[in-house]
Structure formats: C-alpha cells, structure tokens
C-alpha cells in the first residue's frame, strides 16, 4: 500500500495524455472541437478542449505534489525519483513522438519539471528545518 503513495500524481494526466494521443492525434490541434461550452457572466462563451482539459488536470495535480513533497523521508525520495521518470518520458515523447509535437506536451512536461524541482527543493528545505530543530 505505501508504494502507491509514492507513485506521482502526474502519472494520470501522463496516461490520459497517452490515451488521448495514441486514440485521436487531433484532439491536440489549435483548432480541435470544444468537449464543452461555458456562457459567462460577461456575455463570452469559454470552449474548452481536450488539451485544456488535460492542462487544468496537470495544474491541480501539481498543487497536491508539491503539497505531498513536505513529507520527509525514504519514501519522499523514490517519489522525487519517480516525478523525473515521469518528465523524462514527456521530454522523450515530445523528441521522438510525432502527434506529441504539440503545446499541451510542452506544458505538461514543464508542470512535470516543476514537480521535480519543487519536490526536491521543499523536501531538502523541510530535511533542512528539521536538521536545525534536532540540534
């Protein structure tokens, strides 16, 4: 049960990325087909798309990585680990996957970036407070 707490969040939006990549190629296209339409206050109507859809998804997962990165220990590490595979396989998707050429690519793969170098960063900071706590 304790390896599945160290597995990334990340990891989803990677395989929903995959799915969607390897189903429909051109859900990813800057014009691909709104999933849904939402009227605003404004009179606008926001459209919102796959790839949208799969950034907001990766955003919010990387507000509970980093939050899930203030645990210290063994277990921190291999999930730190685990982070970087996940962003070494968008970084490879993205070189050598033609359909992953895209913008959503990209930002996933700099918000799996960002889960890497903040996790490790909060995780020494934390490592660091309480090295100073425990004389």
């Known amino acids: 049960m304790k390896i599945l707490l160290q597995i990334p969040l990340l990891t989803i939006i990677l395989v929903i ?7 429909d190629p051109n859900a990813f ?3 691909a087909g709104a999933v849904f339409e939402l009227g605003l206050p404004s009179g606008g109507v926001w459209m919102a798309t796959v790839s949208d859809l799969i ?3 990766g955003v919010l997962l990387l507000y509970l990585e980093l939050f899930k990165s203030t645990r210290t220990g063994v277990g921190a590490i ?8 996940i962003f070494v396989v ?15 690519c990209v930002i996933l793969m700099l ?8 996790g490790f960063t909060v995780t020494i ?11």
Do not use: C, Y
Not at 90 to 104: D, K, M, R, W
Not at 111 to 118: F, H, K, T
């Open 111 to 118: 918000i799996a970036l960002l889960d890497v170098v903040g």
């Open 17 to 23: 990325f995959n799915i969607v990549l390897f189903n």
């Open 29 to 31: 296209r800057p014009d």
């Open 78 to 85: 291999i999930e730190h680990v685990f982070s970087l595979i």
């Open 90 to 104: 968008f970084l490879v998707e993205f070189l050598i996957v033609p359909g992953a050429a895209n913008s959503t």
């Open 55 to 57: 950034v907001i998804g």
């Open 125 to 135: 900071s934390t490592a660091r407070r309480d090295m100073a706590f425990g004389g």
